[in-house]
T-cell receptor
Framework: AQSVTQPDIHITVSEGASLELRCNYSYGATPYLFWYVQSPGQGLQLLLKYFSGDTLVQGIKGFEAEFKRSQSSFNLRKPSVHWSDAAEYFCAVGAGLTGGGNKLTFGTGTQLKVEL | NAGVTQTPKFQVLKTGQSMTLQCAQDMNHNSMYWYRQDPGMGLRLIYYSASEGTTDKGEVPNGYNVSRLNKREFSLRLESAAPSQTSVYFC?????????????FGPGTRLTVT
């Protein structure tokens, strides 16, 4: 069964500083990987996804992530954080389900705080 | 194009009461899902419907039932609410034929059971 680990529960960075959120996954085949962001009281918005091709993927809001198969990692990065990036970030791995559909297995999330 | 909508946004129930959470999507997706989100646990799959007319259990189905009313709508029912079901519930949809496994989420329903 697939699993996702986000080792950092909380991260605090200063506005303008760089950011890296860690994600490690466990999955037997080539993974479908996602980063979602959740602002307070809101649903989940997709930041970026990887399922094949270039291992460095670009997303919305200036985020990028790099898939490293040898390390089973899919870390999220941003060169310069803005105060509006304060939110909770979820990494997820996707897999097909018996009978159709697909399942996302989520990590427990990383809460990002941005200091002005 | 509203995407995925959920009603209600907030609900307070007493132990033993029942209620139905409604979800609808206007993206013509075949698959729909119900998740619950609890602090420190991420999102966990309750039930899913791979296509109209089918439903299956996810990781945490106990205490819940679902109905795929048509291609657009997928409801979640709590027959006898318990405090352990206090959570935020998210509905999602996806199109498996897109082969990207991306899911689109609604805004959530915040449920408190006292």
């Amino acid at each position: 069964a697939q699993s996702v680990t986000q080792p950092d529960i909380h991260i605090t960075v200063s506005e303008g500083a760089s950011l890296e959120l860690r994600c490690n996954y466990s999955y037997g085949a080539t993974p479908y990987l996602f980063w979602y962001v959740q602002s307070p009281g809101q649903g989940l918005q997709l930041l970026l996804k990887y399922f094949s091709g270039d291992t460095l993927v670009q997303g919305i809001k200036g985020f990028e992530a790099e898939f490293k198969r040898s390390q089973s990692s899919f870390n999220l990065r941003k060169p310069s954080v803005h105060w509006s990036d304060a939110a909770e970030y979820f990494c997820a791995v996707g897999a097909g389900l018996t009978g159709g559909g697909n399942k996302l297995t989520f990590g427990t999330g990383t809460q990002l705080k941005v200091e002005l | 194009n509203a995407g995925v909508t959920q009603t209600p946004k907030f609900q307070v129930l007493k132990t033993g009461q029942s209620m139905t959470l409604q979800c609808a999507q206007d993206m013509n997706h075949n698959s729909m899902y119900w998740y619950r989100q609890d602090p420190g646990m991420g999102l966990r799959l309750i039930y899913y419907s791979a296509s109209e007319g089918t439903t299956d259990k996810g990781e945490v189905p106990n205490g819940y039932n679902v109905s795929r009313l048509n291609k657009r709508e997928f409801s979640l029912r709590l027959e006898s609410a318990a405090p352990s079901q206090t959570s935020v519930y998210f509905c999602a949809s996806s199109e498996p034929r897109a082969l990207s496994y991306e899911q689109y989420f609604g805004p959530g329903t915040r449920l408190t059971v006292t």
